[in-house]
């Protein structure tokens, strides 16, 4: 794949609600960048990094940034910084890829770089990843999350294998889209030249359009809104509503109490990831566990060389019991794994991808 031919690196913002797929393109992305050297900014709202385990690895260049949202815990010179450590990183990069957080807001995000003076980089477009299965329901609780669709360079309408009739969904977010194109794929298999290409629109001036010499004149006016805010203060955003814990044991939980657990979680837990250890004889592997929504999917996979066996958990939502939640995860801890009858895993393997 010829690499991008700019001077400038482009920054391309990859955003979309939470579990939509983002990580997961962005993999796809680093696997087949095809000598196109990339660097990455990873976003997690949670307070383990659980994106940037993702991606590490696979990547020419790092900065991890979790326990928030980027779109809020930086302003226009932390952004500046980020983006020119990364520049000074010593790799000569050709794409940058900031993954937002699932909650973060891409107006801000798009504020941000464009107000960076950082004179290697430009800004290279905002892509926005539509969960097929949860777009509806997700809209009509968060009205933003069409707004997102609205201002996207690059829609991609992902987990389209999980909604095999989709053809109105895809005309519902065509017109959204308002004219910016729009991907259904499943796994986030896109073709990355598409990214690569992901040029910022020329846009005409609609009432629910947002141009980006407006959002530049906003800067010059000195009204972006990291002017005025505290950090986290931003109240107007979807993240707003979301709050985030943690579950961290260096020990095994029991399979069938933990999928005790994960069948009677709260409907207010819309997330879960991170990693799952058993110690079950014949299923010590890592089990990475991904819930969104009602979704619920555990990936096998060899632990890293030298990380601690243990099970470590974000849980995204709203309105949950921290200290319930706590206690539930903290029953569900096997002290004994090797005693475990292995039958006992058979209903973890039914979730489980390797
Ligand atoms: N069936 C199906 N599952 C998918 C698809 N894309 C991603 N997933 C799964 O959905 C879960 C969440 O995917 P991620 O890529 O982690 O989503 P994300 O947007 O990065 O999540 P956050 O950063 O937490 O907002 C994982 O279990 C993925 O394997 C898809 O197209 N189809």
Known sequence: MPRPSRRRIPVVIVAGFLGSGKTTLLNHLLGNADGVRIGVVVNDFGSINVDAMSVAGQVDSMMALQNGCLCCAVDASGMDGILTKLTRSGTDLDLIVIEASGLAEPRSLVRLVLASTNPVIEYGGLIVVVDA????????????????VRIADLVVLNKTDRVPDHAGLLATVRALADGAPVL?????????????????????????????????ADLADGHDHHDHHEHGACADHLHAAYESTEFSVDAAVHPRRLMRFLESRPAGLYRMKGDVYFGVPGHRQRFRLHTVCAYLRFHRSRWPEGEPRGTRLVLIGTGLDRAVLDRQLHECVEPEPDQVDPQAMLRILRHTES
């Not at 949860?134 to 609780?141: D, N, V």
């Open 184 to 216: 259904p794929t499943a796994h986030g298999r896109v073709d990355p030249a598409l990214l690569f290409d992901a040029e910022p629109r020329e846009r005409d001036t609609g009432p629910r359009q947002l141009s980006f010499e407006d959002l530049r």
């Open 133 to 148: 299965a949860e777009f509806e329901t997700g809209r009509a609780r968060h009205p933003e999350l069409a707004d997102h």
